[in-house]
């Protein structure tokens, strides 16, 4: 892959949450799905368009002082309560959590590491023990100081209700405030996992204990009714603050008396934010390509073409894939079909597809060449990985290498092309992903053809999305495509593991399974997985993660069939310039310039 020198980590975003532990929240994975951006419903919202209303007026701020995003708020916004568990841009959870709200820590996608924010540094007391140091100077945008009070709030509130990280609550026993400006994270000792605490303190946004307190005495503790406040007006640390929003856009206005000027050297250079609501993908990259938008994190097919036709846009990388690898959608199997519990199967399909071809036409080439690990391939991940020791299980496009593994195992052909094996008619086998995720249902269609090569017959199936949730989560599937979970920080591959191979805690099928959907069953990767998190020892970990993958390179529970970005960060320079591009020595990694260390974009562009 063409990262030069750039090593690359990706953190747990909303699905990782939904898919680390079997709580209450739905895996819907729309906060950043393929090609097609979730879908908001209407609320009633300030008129901000009328004169004479208490809202500024959509005129009301210049071009060259505002930033204009897209890709993120595909509806109008409903609410903007990070309790409510589908709050609007900016306060959506795990893509934009810098502008109003802040974490601890911001994570570097570019280098793995945590970089301070509200917290100042951390620092492991015991084994048991995460101390926290707060930055003195930070300060809420309505001037109350920030406090340890309001961070030991934040993570009790998801003890007290069920809300977005109520999950880390599985790992950790109690949170405490060691004086005003530092706290301790106690960790659950029968559940240590350091990795997800530490994941914690970069992707949990805090929220103000003053305000909050009273919303919910205001509604005696019911969640529920917590959970309908709108909360127009947020009260946060971050550098931004509500302006307006209406049913096309969301504006936000810069807080000249941040608190973490010192931190930054300076105020951010857009005086003001906004999110412009698109109908659809075409809409968006049509208005992107003209300069109306600054920075897209949509899917946008053949995006070279916009700067061979004397567009100013820039992608992170300068040449192919353009973007960052980020995570890896792949096939599932139910491990309990008959033929395809076959791991000779599995591998033949494997070895069918052709992922080339998926890369072009599904993604527009923005994958690398395919190395099937648990791995993302980059030099961040795979220093967890003896790659000479898994080499041999690694697969390639192979298609009479497929055909002659089934006919080793006596998978016959039938007069209609179709192998049988122990009686077992090889397909027809569903393949299923969302209706309307154009890049996911291509790559499916690509891996149907193949199959058909080596005599497996497999149908594409595109239901909606809520049908496909419940068939992956019941496991009412025969072969079905999601994204296993991203990382968990410091950059391992452990939650993605994870996802993909625990059996411990998963439901039968039937039931809801918000992790290894295809109910795969190995003990020793049991094992495993639960032992990361108690390794220091970089070598141990190298060697443990080695052992898995063979596992899992062996078995085959899955099948990754791209790399795929996190996030989509594209940039056009019509309007402000000095975007992070690779190599330019700034450190400022492509999280859409809102998100994590991205956020440091927003203090280099200029006009």
Same mark, same amino acid.
């Given at each position: 892959?063409?990262?030069?020198?750039?090593?690359?980590?990706?953190?747990?975003?909303?699905?990782?949450?939904?898919?680390?532990?079997?709580?209450?929240?739905?895996?819907?994975?729309?906060?950043?799905?393929?090609?097609?951006?979730?879908?908001?419903?209407?609320?009633?919202?300030?008129?901000?368009?009328?004169?004479?209303?208490?809202?500024?007026?959509?005129?009301?701020?210049?071009?060259?002082?505002?930033?204009?995003?897209?890709?993120?708020?595909?509806?109008?916004?409903?609410?903007?309560?990070?309790?409510?568990?589908?709050?609007?841009?900016?306060?959506?959870?795990?893509?934009?959590?810098?502008?109003?709200?802040?974490?601890?820590?911001?994570?570097?996608?570019?280098?793995?590491?945590?970089?301070?924010?509200?917290?100042?540094?951390?620092?492991?007391?015991?084994?048991?023990?995460?101390?926290?140091?707060?930055?003195?100077?930070?300060?809420?945008?309505?001037?109350?100081?920030?406090?340890?009070?309001?961070?030991?709030?934040?993570?009790?509130?998801?003890?007290?209700?069920?809300?977005?990280?109520?999950?880390?609550?599985?790992?950790?026993?109690?949170?405490?405030?060691?004086?005003?400006?530092?706290?301790?994270?106690?960790?659950?000792?029968?559940?240590?996992?350091?990795?997800?605490?530490?994941?914690?303190?970069?992707?949990?946004?805090?929220?103000?204990?003053?305000?909050?307190?009273?919303?919910?005495?205001?509604?005696?503790?019911?969640?529920?009714?917590?959970?309908?406040?709108?909360?127009?007006?947020?009260?946060?640390?971050?550098?931004?603050?509500?302006?307006?929003?209406?049913?096309?856009?969301?504006?936000?206005?810069?807080?000249?008396?941040?608190?973490?000027?010192?931190?930054?050297?300076?105020?951010?250079?857009?005086?003001?934010?906004?999110?412009?609501?698109?109908?659809?993908?075409?809409?968006?990259?049509?208005?992107?390509?003209?300069?109306?938008?600054?920075?897209?994190?949509?899917?946008?097919?053949?995006?070279?073409?916009?700067?061979?036709?004397?567009?100013?846009?820039?992608?992170?990388?300068?040449?192919?894939?353009?973007?960052?690898?980020?995570?890896?959608?792949?096939?599932?199997?139910?491990?309990?079909?008959?033929?395809?519990?076959?791991?000779?199967?599995?591998?033949?399909?494997?070895?069918?597809?052709?992922?080339?071809?998926?890369?072009?036409?599904?993604?527009?080439?923005?994958?690398?060449?395919?190395?099937?690990?648990?791995?993302?391939?980059?030099?961040?991940?795979?220093?967890?990985?003896?790659?000479?020791?898994?080499?041999?299980?690694?697969?390639?496009?192979?298609?009479?290498?497929?055909?002659?593994?089934?006919?080793?195992?006596?998978?016959?052909?039938?007069?209609?092309?179709?192998?049988?094996?122990?009686?077992?008619?090889?397909?027809?086998?569903?393949?299923?992903?969302?209706?309307?995720?154009?890049?996911?249902?291509?790559?499916?269609?690509?891996?149907?053809?193949? %199959?058909?090569? @080596?005599?497996?017959? !497999?149908? +594409?199936?595109?239901? *909606? /999305?809520?049908?496909? =949730?419940?068939?992956?989560?019941?496991?009412?599937?025969?072969?079905?495509?999601?994204?296993?979970?991203?990382?968990?920080?410091?950059?391992?591959?452990?939650?993605?593991?994870?996802?993909?191979?625990?059996?411990?805690?998963?439901?039968?099928?039937?039931?809801?399974?918000?992790?290894?959907?295809?109910?795969?069953?190995?003990?020793? %990767?049991?094992? @495993?997985?639960?032992? !990361?998190? +108690?390794?220091?020892? *970089? /070598?141990?970990?190298? =060697?443990?993660?080695?052992?898995?993958?063979?596992?899992?390179?062996?078995?085959?529970?899955?099948?990754?069939?791209?790399?795929?970005?996190?996030?989509?960060?594209?940039?056009?320079?019509?309007?402000?310039?000095?975007?992070?591009?690779?190599?330019?020595?700034?450190?400022?990694?492509?999280?859409?310039?809102?998100?994590?260390?991205?956020?440091?974009?927003?203090?280099?562009?200029?006009?």
């Amino acid at each position: 892959m063409r990262f030069k020198t750039v090593t690359i980590m990706i953190c747990a975003f909303v699905l990782a949450f939904s898919l680390l532990a079997a709580c209450s929240n739905n895996n819907n994975n729309t906060s950043n799905p393929p090609e097609n951006g979730n879908t908001g419903t209407n609320q009633n919202s300030p008129d901000s368009t009328d004169p004479g209303g208490d809202q500024p007026t959509a005129e009301a701020t210049s071009r060259n002082e505002t930033l204009y995003v897209n890709g993120i708020q595909w509806g109008p916004p409903t609410n903007f309560n990070l309790i409510s568990g589908n709050p609007a841009f900016p306060i959506n959870y795990g893509n934009s959590r810098e502008l109003i709200y802040e974490t601890l820590f911001m994570i570097n996608m570019l280098d793995g590491n945590l970089e301070p924010l509200l917290g100042t540094e951390y620092s492991w007391s015991d084994d048991l023990t995460l101390h926290i140091e707060l930055n003195p100077d930070a300060k809420w945008n309505d001037g109350t100081p920030f406090t340890s009070d309001d961070v030991v709030y934040t993570y009790k509130l998801a003890d007290k209700y069920e809300i977005n990280w109520t999950s880390y609550w599985d790992y950790i026993s109690d949170v405490t405030a060691d004086g005003p400006h530092a706290v301790n994270i106690l960790l659950n000792p029968d559940n240590p996992n350091k990795l997800t605490v530490l994941e914690s303190i970069e992707l949990i946004p805090m929220l103000p204990k003053h305000i909050w307190e009273a919303i919910e005495q205001k509604h005696s503790g019911d969640l529920a009714e917590i959970r309908k406040e709108v909360n127009p007006d947020p009260v946060g640390t971050g550098p931004y603050k509500m302006y307006y929003y209406n049913d096309q856009k969301i504006t936000l206005i810069r807080d000249d008396n941040y608190w973490g000027q010192s931190l930054f050297g300076g105020l951010p250079a857009p005086k003001y934010i906004t999110h412009v609501i698109y109908k659809d993908n075409a809409a968006g990259d049509l208005a992107f390509k003209n300069g109306e938008v600054d920075v897209s994190q949509q899917f946008i097919p053949q995006v070279w073409k916009m700067w061979e036709d004397g567009a100013p846009v820039k992608t992170y990388l300068e040449e192919e894939p353009y973007y960052l690898a980020g995570s890896m959608p792949s096939i599932f199997f139910n491990m309990s079909e008959p033929g395809l519990d076959n791991a000779d199967v599995r591998r033949a399909i494997a070895m069918a597809i052709d992922y080339d071809k998926i890369s072009e036409l599904a993604m527009s080439g923005y994958s690398d060449t395919l190395k099937p690990s648990l791995t993302l391939n980059t030099p961040a991940e795979m220093k967890y990985i003896e790659e000479d020791e898994i080499k041999s299980l690694q697969w390639t496009t192979d298609v009479e290498a497929a055909n002659q593994l089934l006919d080793d195992i006596g998978a016959e052909k039938g007069g209609d092309g179709i192998r049988v094996l122990n009686g077992v008619r090889l397909g027809p086998y569903d393949i299923e992903a969302p209706y309307g995720w154009s890049d996911w249902n291509a790559a499916l269609e690509i891996v149907a053809q193949n %199959a058909k090569a @080596i005599g497996i017959e !497999i149908r +594409t199936k595109f239901p *909606e /999305a809520p049908v496909w =949730t419940n068939d992956l989560q019941t496991g009412k599937f025969d072969i079905i495509m999601n994204t296993p979970a991203g990382n968990v920080s410091p950059s391992q591959p452990w939650n993605r593991a994870r996802t993909i191979m625990y059996s411990k805690g998963v439901a039968p099928l039937g039931e809801m399974a918000f992790w290894n959907w295809g109910r795969y069953q190995n003990d020793r %990767a049991d094992e @495993i997985i639960d032992q !990361i998190p +108690t390794v220091t020892d *970089e /070598a141990q970990l190298k =060697t443990l993660y080695t052992e898995l993958t063979k596992i899992w390179l062996t078995d085959i529970p899955s099948i990754p069939l791209m790399y795929r970005p996190w996030v989509f960060y594209t940039v056009n320079e019509s309007v402000w310039k000095g975007f992070p591009v690779e190599g330019d020595g700034s450190n400022t990694p492509p999280q859409i310039a809102m998100d994590g260390a991205g956020i440091k974009a927003l203090y280099q562009i200029h006009n």
